[in-house]
Every structure is written in structure tokens, then in C-alpha cells.
């Protein structure tokens, strides 16, 4: 199908069903029904087979009219590419439609106290009796937990197994009384995570997804999917602006679900540094005039400049289709220094106010708020050690670390609490 | 210099952990920094008769333990371990510095024993809006009445300012280029003080308005300036020496950490990045606990480089306890963000202490305008 | 901005890299580097011929090549993987562009067309014994005699000047505020060139003094300022592409042999420290290159704040040339100390590059005086 | 003994003995047979047992007289101090007294090629064939290899004891064909150090020091007097300023011993940064007025006063004889980070100078050779990388790197070269 002719189809379509003052759900079953929602699946699952050079012109249209697409906050988009790969078509008829239409939430259950770094070392343990998997256990770093309705489980079914063999995936009812969550508090007063606690959780047998023991495989699915979405995040926020001036009930309804998803993460432009507040500010406070804030400012612009020029680079070679080179794997480690120059060039400028948060801060508090939120910029989605550790091993070619951690896993050292 | 502490100083610091172990574990900081005064009574007082910490640099005649800059830089490094959330800094080393250098032996005798025996808390209040640590910064006015003065402006970063019963304010007398020295009282008419929102819920500041509030000159007109500076050069000291204390501390704890925590199947601690990063960690401490206890050290061997002396430690402690702040929160992972944690207690600190009586950047302009002829060693 | 270089671009790369591979081995750097001129003739014969890099943004009707700066930045980063020793920064960027700047249409049929053959080498002199690079810091004299001037002076710095024919010199007549531009011939009476002795011998500089020495004005009086100014912008914008192009070889140099050297039973490259700091390394490099394509690319997409991202690129690559070197050393342990290894032949590019033109310090300074309005990206 | 009786006893010897016309040889044979040349070794080799309390007395009271010493430079005496421990009484008697003369000049045959940071990886070997020692081998960063008399020499004798103990250590004649030396040169163009070649260089088998497979022990004496004398050497680099005045025939001979030996060395004091330069040409050249120099070098004399403090608590605390804490084991890690900063701040004091070397260089080149020599320094006597390994593991008691070299040697991956 060639680029006009979609055009053509996909307008027609907008034109008989787009209503703005549909209920956003009502909306979205109309676009997922008819395909043009997720037209990169296969037909079988809500798509058109497409290709996302296809997808993208169809992306365009709903753009052109203001349609609003399928849901895409949380991790719903990574549920539902894991459950495509690796559910049956029990799963996908039952889980993907309510995904897709926003009825449903998602959360994602992999990491926990004692496996961060190491997710594969997660001893959260699902134990088949009378019929059922019996989850207990804690997870830790879970997002939306509080409004979930499913979660996708990493848990240990066998114990004998190597690390790796021994883990199976799951779908859980995140309503029933043996799931409890909590807010987690962090350094900077905000809770952006939950954690969440086990205690004799049931799983239906036919929500496992893969096969016993393959959960390693399915979890890196999700993973894979989303390191892919670290970007479309970025360039999804952009749109939020442009959708936030158009009206009726299914824009309103849309609003508030951005909205709700992204509380918690109304520090995030904050733990990246603010670099674009650095020369407001030093202007502001005529801090600008002093040759040692002219450096530090300087060196900013330089890392953070060079940084984006360098993402850029990454994105021009993808899109060409050509082999992605070095440029591409440093993204993550590059925010991380940006984001502590940036913190140290706000302290440079704020002078004594930095001793300041709040109403009294600089910036009402933002200033504050970013130096107590760079700190989790090197730690949050992978460490800058497990970054350094993948680029010195995948892009550089170097030895990987030995291994500790081969064998049963029951003999493995762990964490003990 | 001595570069070492006597066997009476190492035992005057045992008995000072002892103690902090049982009043400050962060179960008592955690309690503490939520409230206005930002420090437990019953503890300022134990501090002041079991310990005689709250007098400790005050001379004897005025009912203080007379000790020299060294001890109260110990008690510092200790408090500083145990984040000890009390008015010590603001109260028995500015505002006692300030007194002594500055006061009349009469207004002394007035104010000095109260603060040794911990039944009074003073506050040194010189900065202002514009955040300068230094004397240029200050255009609070003050006008004479009769005997006494009114003062009219803003202090700002007040430290422990909410729970002072005695404000030490520095101010202008006209357009006098000299600075002067008033005791105020912070229930006098036309005062208005606040807690400010603060970074670090451990060090509390206000924010106090002077409205033709009634003042006491202490020791001379126009004569505030270089007990101000000398204050604050002290003040430092003993504050880079706090930091250091804190550092240690982080560094101590990330080590039990590391070697506790496991991933991969081996104790983080055995990854050589993180052995790497704790020796650099453990360097950088050691070589600010040196500038630190040597700048105090100088002090009471009554060197003439103390100004010098006194920007480098604080420069040299700022940079230590962020960075050691930083890396101990990266070596703890996603656990060490977390509000329930304790790390960020210390990194708050770290981060106000940077600041505090001038940034780093601003110490190292300082030390190089005060380098002495021959360096020192 | 493209941020990808097109096929052929990425051809004409090729192309050189094994040209150099072929010319420029480092034993060959080697025999150069000792030399006083500093290069091979017949290299340099060859580099026009068979390439036509000699005249690359020499405009055709020139009988050049009429590339972009993105194609010379190709050929410099190349240049600066193999370390080629030629003159090819001072005559075919500096003194080339300063020539298509400032000069008449009939001085540039005069000078070009033998540049671009490889006939001839010019020279830029324009810093002096203070060792500013901006047009401030200039103080030879020029005066008027008949048609010719007389320049009395001294030029310092004066890249590849020892082997030049032409040699371009920056002054001011009288006391003039503007700068001209001078064609002097080395062989003229009065002037005396030598040799400096220089931390990199593959980077050869002259000191010049001119004694009432002959010269032409090159294009109008009074008016080269601008022209120097913007040379020196794409100079430094083809230096930082040199700069990254040695960057990147150093690490590729490095990563080798990491994975080569066998110390406690294992390659060094499997030790944790050293695969954290080669991930530093290239992400440095990578951050590094970025600044420099970016800053070529504006110069041919005629963008307004190349003087802001020419300093951009030359500072970043003055600090990660730099650093690289460094590392590149320790990582290769003693042996990388050693003079028949090759690491150190970069380093002191490294070290030459890094003050060349201004130092970072200087070009940070410059970027924040020439900020753009809003902020690139 | 009491330190006045010491004194008196020293002061009548010297009396009688101390005469600076006499050879250096002379006066230093006189001084050996004494007892009072080495008075801290035992009395069976020239010693007197003393403490070293004791023997600081005795040093007074040469002091006191400028009476030359025994011949301390080079690595005579930690060639000496080795012999003390593990040779046979037959070594002491040949070696021992013409080391203190100064007699005899010896080299450290330790580092490899192939061994540098791994010096227990050596494999140059020794084979004993017909009743000697055959050596075949190269070893690296010999100081003084070429006027050396004899050499401490780490060789490997079997291939399948594990790596340790397959070592043995021999002394070993430097006068003979088997043995070539060749100048090392350096990137900043001096050539302080010497390759030696062996091809089928000779020992005799009574020169193997202690038992056969032992070496790497005995290697290790020689390197705990190695470390302990680097504080030493600081200290005695004093004396010799004070003794540059004194004239007669021993005080010249021994000026010249040390400039022999010193000459290569010249370089030593730029490796470190030459700090003390900083400030002076920082006024002269104006660039004091500029902020970011001031900032700059505000940086650097904070970290080198800081560094020197912790040197002189360290020293404090070991004169106490209190146990070391961990400022003891910084140094060599500090003195790394004050040279790199040196640099840093050399080159922004000179700007364009920097380019320069030689006469046209700053300071008549001792910046350039600052710039050009700092990188040694957190290399050469163990680089940065095993200094924070070794502060990991013995201060910090952090665990040990993996080994991947146990087993027979000959199993063990090594460089092919």
C-alpha cells in the first residue's frame, strides 16, 4: 500500500469517525477496531501489518485532523509489545484491547531490594499449589503501582536452576489483598515509585506468559522495548503541548490521564539538570559578569551542546538506515554528566541562596529541587557503572566481567533481607 | 605544629562519640529536623553540663571550659559524623567568637555564662538579602536614641536564628564605613523573624526584619568589622571541620554498604570501580580532614596566616563533602535517593555546608587575595 | 544541520585514510618531525596531485577545489588520526582562507592557483611575543613607502612559517585601529626567520623579525581585522576536527592494546577501571567530534554564530585531546611513557593543539562574550 | 647504651678518624670497620645492634663534624639490606663491605617487559646447566644498569610451580658478555632507565640468595626498603644542599658520586609539577590577575598543602609509634593528583608558551618539561590504578581482585613478546 493511497483511506476514515465528543475510550475502541490505531501490529491483533515508514504517514493524518492515538502512558505499550511476542492468544484477547483503549493500567514488577543492577537475581517466588501460583515476595521502583490494574511479574519458580532459568513471567491482578502498595519517598520529598508487597498473591495458572522458566527471555522483551521508548518519550512530550489547546470531552479526557501519569514525574526535567534555566539565571543575578561563573557556564553549554549534537548524530544515522555507531549507546551517561554540571553550575549562581528551598528558593524551589534530584539521574534505568560496563563491553568490544553468579542459584550469594 | 592530637584530645573525642552515638542516632536527627527550633532541648542541655560543649571555647573567668580552636574542632568533626541537629555552630561558635572578640568584659559577664551553662542561645545575624559572608555585604542602619540604638533592615541566613533568646546583630551606624556590633532581643517591638525554607532540614536559618527595634551597641561603635571577619575565619574552621566529619562518616558507611550489598553474586565491593572509587574517596577525606585540623591547629599556635589558612580548609571541605555526598548516594544505588535512607541526610548537609559562609569558588578568590609571602607547609 | 555525512563525504574519507595510512605512518612522523622544515616535499607534492587537497576550499576558478569546510575538517581529522606532518594547517586552512578573504581578485590569481598546484606554501604571522591570538595583541608596524610598505617588527607563533615562500603578516599602519594585511617574501632584506624550539616537533613554528622589511599590502588598508578574525574561527574549527581526529585515534590505539597486554594472567582491558575509563574516553571523544561537525557544518550552512561555535569546538576538543592523551599513557603503563612507543607523538599534539589559538580557558571566555541570543542546538 | 655515652664514645672515634683529605673509599672503609658507619646493623656485619634511636645519635654526631656517611645512594642499600636478610654469610663477606665503601655499584633487575604492574609475572629465566646458572631474558627500567657492578636479579627457574613460587633470586656479575645494557629513552627525551639483555649470561651457583624457588620473597625485602626509603631519599636530598660547601678531598668525591648517580634524574622534580614554581610565575607573568588562574591555583595549593599535611601526620603518628592510620598509604596516589593539577596550571599560566620547549620555553624549558614529564608520575614505582587497589584492599579492607593467575606458570596467560 503505497503512501497515497493510506492518506487517502486513513482520511476517509477520520472524516466518518473522528468525534471529539466521544468519551476517550469510546473513541479509542473505534480507532483500535479499525486498525489505524496500531497499524505496525499484524492484522490479526488490531494492525495493518504495516511498516513503520506506513505507520508514520498514518501518524501524520491523526496528527493533521487532532485524533488522538491509542493510549501510551505507563507501560502500557511495553505490556502489550511483550504480551504480542510472547502471550498466547488467550492473553492478547484478553489484555490487548483494554491496553490499547486506556481502560486498563499497567505496571511493571521486575526490580526489587535486592536485585537492581542484577535483575536476574530477583528471588521474589511464585509457588505452584492447588492449582495456582502463590507470589510472595517485594518489588521496589514501581510506577503507577497505586492505579494499576495488572502487573507483569518477574518471579522465581525454580530454585535449582541457574540465575537466569529459574525465573518465569507473569500477568497479576494487582487488585486482591495479597498485593499491598506503598509509596516510596525519596531524598527530594517526592514518591515517583511504589513498592510493592507479596504476600500469598495469586496468579491463574493461565497467566504465565512464556513457557515455566523462560522469564528471563520475556522480561528482556520488555526491557528491549523500553530502552526503544526512551526517546518516543521525549518527542511524546512534545505533543502534549500542541494537544493542550484543543477541546472537547475526548482531548479533556486524554489531558487528565497525561496528567495523572505524569505527576509523580514533575521533578524529572529538574533531575536532568535545567540546563535551560543556567544562563537565564546567571543574567538574572548578574552572576554572569564573574569569570568563574562564565567557565563552569561555559563547560555546560559545551557538554550539554555536544550532548544533543551528539543524540542527533545518532538519530540521522538511524534514520538513514545505516549502522548505528558509538553515538549511540552514550546518551544515557552523557545526561548523567550534564546533569551534575548543571547542578554545580545552579550552586555556583545561587551563591547562599542555594542554602534555600521552597518558597524561599531561587526559582520558587526549582533550583533546589534540581539539586536534590541529580543524584538519581546516574542511578535511575541503569547505573552510570552498568552503562560504562555496557559501553566498554558492547560498543568497545572489551572483556566482560567474570562471572560470580553460574550454577544453582539457590547457592549463589545474595542479599539477605 | 603538632600534625597529630594529644592522647588527652583523642580521649576528650572518644567520650564526645559516646555520647553523640546515644543522643544524634539519625532515628533522633530524623526527629529533630522536622521541628521550628530544629534541635532537642533536653539534649542542649546534657551537652552543656555533662560535656561542657556549649562553653567550650569560653574563657573560665566567664564560666567556660577555656579550651582552644583544636578542641572545639573536634567536637565539630563529631558533630558532624552524627549530624548532630543542634544550635552549636550558630550559637557556641559564631555568636561566642563574636562575643569575646567584640564585647566589653561587663556585657560578657552578662551574656557569656549563660551560654555555658546552656541557658541561652545566641545568633550571629550578619548577612543579608544579597548573600554576601563578608562585611561590604551590610547596610542594616542603625541610629543612636539616647544610650541606646534603634536598627532598621533585613538579616537573612540567620543561623539557628528561630531558637536564639539573644540576636547579635551587625550593623551600620549611619554612613559610618565601620561596622558595629547590637544585641537585640528577638521579642523586642518592630521584629519580625521567620524560619526560612531550608535545603538541609539540619541547619536551620531565619529571615528577621528589624522595624526601629531597640539594640544594645556591644563594645565599641564602628569597631565590628575585623572581630566579624576573624569570627567568621574561626567559624569556618570549625565548620570545614564538621564537614570532614560528615565525610568520614559517608564514606564509612558506603564502605559497610558495599561490602554488604550484593549483586552478581559478589559484594558490590569487590567490582573495581568501586574499590577505585572509595580510595579516591577515602583520599579526598583524608587530605581535607588534613587542611582542616591543621587551619584549627594554626589558630591556637596564634600563626598570622589564619585567614588564608581558614578559605582553604572551608574551599578544600566543600568540595570533599559534596563529592563524597555524591558518590556515596551513586555506590548506594536507587536505595541511597530514597527518603528512608539516610545518605541524603548528610548529602543536605553537604550541600548547605557548601555554601554556608561562602562557596568554595569564593574561598580559593579569598585565599588568594590573603596568600602569604612564603607558603605554607 | 545534516548531522550525517553524505556518502561521498564519507568516500572522500576513505580515500584519504589509506592515502595517509600509506604516507603517513608513524615512522614517518618520525622522520618529519626531526627535520627543521618539518614535512616531506614529495608527501606534499602528492597530496596535491593525486588528491587536490592542497587546494581543497581554494574556489575552482582558482584552480582549487571549491570545497565546504566540512570536506577540509575531513581532511583535518584524518590529518589528525595519522599526525601528518605538513603544512597544511598554516598554508592550506589559515593562510588560504585569509588569502580568499582579504585579498584583490588579482593577488588571489597571483597566490592561489600556486597553492593549490603545492607550488607553494604561505604562512599566516599575526601573533606575536605576548602570544594572544585576536587582533589586539598585534603591534608590528607597517608605513607606507611609494606603493610598498616597510613592516618593523616581530611575528612569534608562526605556524609552519619556517617553510613557507609567502609569508602573509598581520599590522598596523601607523597607529591606525584597523589591521592590513602584508605579502613579504622570506628571502627579504631585513627580515630574519628562525627555528622555535617546540614542545611538539610535528608542529613546526617560526619567529620572524622584520627590519624595514619590503612588503605588498594585501587587499584594502585598514581592514583586515575582520578577515583575520573569521580565519581564525575556521582555523580553529578545522584545528578541533584535527584535535578529534587524534582523540580517536589514541583511544583506538589504546583499546588495542588493553585487549593485547596480559598483566595477572589477564588482559588489562578485562579490569574494571580500565573498561570505565575507555567508556569515558569515548564518550568524551564522541561529545568531542560532535562539537566539531557540528560547528564546520554551520560555517558551510552560512550560520550566524560561527564565532560562538568555532570557540565551542575548540575548547571541547582542547579538553578531550588532551585528557585522552593522558589516559592513553597510563593505560599503556610504562611503556607508554617511552619515546619509541607512539603515544607520546600525540601527546604533544595534544599538548600543542590545546594552546594553539587560544587555550579552552580563553575560548570559554569568548563563547560567553559571543552567546548567542538563543541558545544553539 | 645511653645517647651520652653514644656521643661521647662517637666523638673520640672521630677524633680520631674523621679527616676529609683522605679518599672517599679510605675514610668510608675506616667509618664500615668502625661499627659506626651502620651502627643500627648487627655486630657480626659492621653494625653495633643499635636501635635506631641509637643510631639517630650516631648520625648527630657525624653531622655535627661533616663527616661523610656510607654510601647510601642508588639501590646499594636495599641490595644491602636484602643480603642482611637472605644471604649466606658467604654473600655478606663479599658484598657487604664494598657496597658501604661504595665500592662497588649495584642495579634492581626486577621489572619486564612483560611484567610491569605484575612484576611476579617475570620470565626471564634461569636454567642451571653444567654446575651454573644460565640467564636468558630482558629486563626493563634498570636505574643505573650501565656502571653497575652487580645486579639483583628475579628469574624464573620453574615453569610449573605456580607463578609465585617459581622464582628464584640470584646477584648477578653485569661485567660479562652475556649481559648488554641499553639506554631506555623517555618521551621527554631523558633516558634514565636501561634495558638488560641476557643471552646466556652466567651466575654462579653460590650467588642464588636464599632458597631455590624463594625469590619472589626475597624480592619482596627489597621492595619494603624500597617504599620505606622513599621518604628517605626526600630527606637526604637535603643533606646534600648542606654539603655542597664543605671542601677537601672526600666531600668532592662524594659530590661527584652523587651527581653521577643523580644525572639521570634531573627530570624528578618536574615530574612531580614543580609546585613551588606556580605562584612565582604566575605573579611574573601578570597572570595572577586573572581570576580563572587565581581559581585555578587556589586548586592546586590547597591540594598540594593538603597532600603535605597528610604526609607530615603520617610522620607524626609513626614517630609516636602509633599505629599508621590511613594517611600512610595516600601518598604516592596524592602526589599523582597535585602533578596533574601542576601541569593544568602551568600550561594556563603560559598560554601560547606552552607551545614552546628549550631555550624559546618558559622558564628556559623546565615547563615544558613539567608538561612533558608529569605523566610518569602516576606511573612509574606503581601506577594510580594498583596504589587504589592496594588503599581498596589493605586500608579499606575491600575484597581482593579475582585471580586469573593461579596454577602452574606455565598455564598462565602471559604477553607473547
Known amino acids: ?390 559501553i566498554a563491553e558492547r560498543v568497545l568490544q572489551m572483556p566482560k566481567e567474570p562471572r560470580f553468579d553460574t550454577g544453582p542459584f539457590r547457592d549463589i550469594p545474595r542479599n539477605t533481607q | 605544629m603538632r600534625f597529630h592530637f594529644t592522647d588527652e584530645q583523642t580521649q576528650f573525642r572518644d567520650t564526645l562519640r559516646r555520647f553523640l552515638q546515644t543522643v544524634s542516632p539519625t532515628t533522633a536527627v530524623r526527629r529533630a529536623m522536622v521541628t521550628e527550633s530544629g534541635y532537642d532541648a533536653a539534649v542542649w542541655k546534657r551537652m552543656a553540663h555533662e560535656l561542657g560543649l556549649n562553653g567550650l571555647v569560653i574563657p573560665e573567668q566567664y564560666g567556660g571550659a577555656g579550651f582552644g580552636l583544636v578542641e572545639l574542632c573536634i567536637a565539630m568533626e563529631e558533630m558532624g559524623r552524627s549530624l548532630l541537629c543542634a544550635p552549636f555552630l550558630g550559637s557556641s561558635v559564631l555568636a561566642t567568637y563574636m562575643i569575646r572578640l567584640a564585647a566589653t568584659d561587663d556585657q560578657k559577664q552578662r551574656m557569656l555564662p549563660a551560654l555555658a551553662a546552656g541557658e541561652s542561645i545566641a545568633a550571629l545575624a550578619f548577612a543579608e538579602r544579597n548573600g554576601g559572608f563578608d562585611a561590604s555585604s551590610i547596610s542594616t542602619l542603625a541610629a543612636r536614641v539616647g544610650d541606646r540604638y534603634v536598627l532598621t533592615g533585613e538579616k537573612f541566613y540567620v543561623l539557628d536564628g528561630m531558637s536564639a533568646d539573644a540576636l547579635l546583630v551587625v550593623a551600620r551606624i549611619g554612613v559610618s564605613d565601620g561596622l558595629s556590633l547590637f544585641l537585640v532581643r528577638p521579642d523586642a517591638k518592630g521584629l519580625t523573624r521567620r524560619a526560612l525554607e531550608v535545603i538541609d532540614p539540619t541547619r536551620k536559618l531565619a529571615g528577621i526584619t528589624f522595624d526601629r527595634v531597640d539594640a544594645e551597641l556591644i563594645g565599641d561603635a564602628d569597631t565590628a568589622a575585623p572581630a566579624l571577619e576573624r569570627t567568621l575565619d574561626l567559624g569556618n574552621i570549625a565548620l570545614a571541620n564538621e564537614m570532614v566529619g560528615g565525610a568520614a562518616r559517608l564514606l564509612e558507611d558506603t564502605l559497610a554498604y558495599t561490602k554488604m550489598r550484593v549483586q552478581f553474586g559478589r559484594a558490590i565491593a569487590s567490582f573495581q570501580a568501586v574499590k577505585h572509587r572509595c580510595a579516591e574517596m577515602l583520599l579526598s577525606v583524608e587530605l581535607a580532614k588534613s587542611a582542616a585540623y591543621f587551619a584549627a591547629e594554626a589558630v591556637d599556635e596564634g600563626r598570622a596566616d589564619v585567614d588564608y589558612l581558614s578559605s582553604l580548609a572551608k574551599a578544600c571541605a566543600s568540595e570533599t563533602y559534596l563529592q563524597t555526598a555524591i558518590d556515596a548516594i551513586q555506590l548506594h544505588g536507587g536505595i541511597g535517593f530514597t527518603f528512608d535512607q539516610d545518605t541524603h541526610l548528610w548529602f543536605k548537609r553537604a550541600k548547605s555546608s557548601e555554601v554556608l559562609f561562602g562557596d568554595a569558588t569564593w574561598h580559593r578568590r579569598r585565599m588568594m587575595q590573603r596568600l602569604p609571602a612564603k607558603e605554607v607547609a
Open chain 1, 1 to 390: 500500500m503505497n503512501e497515497d493511497a493510506i492518506r487517502t483511506e486513513v482520511r476517509a476514515w477520520l472524516e466518518a469517525n473522528w468525534d471529539s465528543s466521544l468519551s476517550l475510550v469510546e473513541w479509542r475502541s473505534r480507532l483500535v477496531d479499525s486498525g489505524w490505531g496500531m497499524p505496525e501490529w499484524p492484522r490479526a491483533w488490531y494492525g495493518r501489518d504495516f511498516s513503520s515508514a506506513q505507520a508514520r504517514v498514518v501518524q501524520q493524518e491523526l496528527a493533521k485532523v487532532g485524533a488522538v492515538g491509542v493510549a501510551r502512558t505507563g507501560i502500557r505499550l511495553l505490556a502489550a509489545a511483550t504480551l504480542l511476542e510472547h502471550g498466547s492468544d488467550a492473553h492478547k484477547t484478553k489484555f490487548l484491547r483494554p491496553i490499547l483503549t486506556g481502560a486498563d493500567t499497567w505496571c511493571q514488577l521486575f526490580s526489587e531490594p535486592g536485585s537492581g543492577s542484577d535483575l536476574a537475581g530477583a528471588t521474589t517466588r511464585a509457588d505452584f499449589k492447588d492449582e495456582r501460583w502463590i507470589v510472595n515476595g517485594q518489588k521496589l521502583w514501581t510506577t503507577s503501582a497505586h492505579h494499576a490494574d495488572w502487573g507483569l511479574l518477574l518471579a522465581r519458580t525454580d530454585w535449582d536452576a541457574p540465575k537466569h532459568e529459574g525465573l518465569s513471567f507473569f500477568v497479576i491482578d494487582m487488585h486482591q489483598p495479597g498485593v499491598t502498595v506503598q509509596p516510596l519517598k525519596q531524598m527530594n520529598g517526592h514518591a515517583s515509585f511504589n513498592q510493592v508487597f507479596f504476600s500469598d498473591a495469586v496468579v491463574d495458572p493461565e497467566h504465565l506468559v512464556g513457557k515455566l522458566g523462560n522469564g528471563w527471555a520475556v522480561a528482556m522483551t520488555t526491557l528491549a522495548h523500553e530502552r526503544r521508548g526512551a526517546d518516543g518519550m521525549r518527542s511524546g512530550a512534545a505533543d502534549v503541548g500542541t494537544a493542550a489547546s484543543r477541546t472537547g470531552r475526548v482531548h479533556d479526557e486524554e489531558r487528565k490521564e497525561i496528567e495523572t501519569v505524569m505527576a509523580p514525574y514533575t521533578w524529572y526535567p529538574q533531575r536532568a539538570g535545567r540546563v535551560d534555566l543556567a544562563v537565564p539565571r546567571a543574567k538574572e543575578t548578574g552572576r554572569i559578569d564573574d569569570p568563574t561563573v562564565q567557565q563552569e557556564l561555559a563547560k555546560l553549554l559545551i557538554l550539554s551542546s555536544s550532548a544533543e549534537w551528539t543524540a542527533r548524530r545518532a538519530r540521522a544515522t538511524q534514520q538513514l538506515g545505516k549502522p548505528q555507531g558509538p553515538e549511540g549507546s552514550l546518551g544515557k551517561l552523557a545526561a548523567s554528566h550534564v546533569a551534575r554540571a548543571a547542578a554545580r553550575v545552579h550552586t555556583l549562581i545561587a551563591c547562599a541562596e542555594a542554602l534555600l528551598s521552597g518558597v524561599d528558593g531561587a526559582e520558587h524551589g526549582v533550583i533546589a529541587e534540581i539539586l536534590l534530584s541529580v543524584p538519581a539521574v546516574s542511578i535511575a534505568g541503569g547505573t552510570d557503572e552498568i552503562q560504562r560496563n555496557i
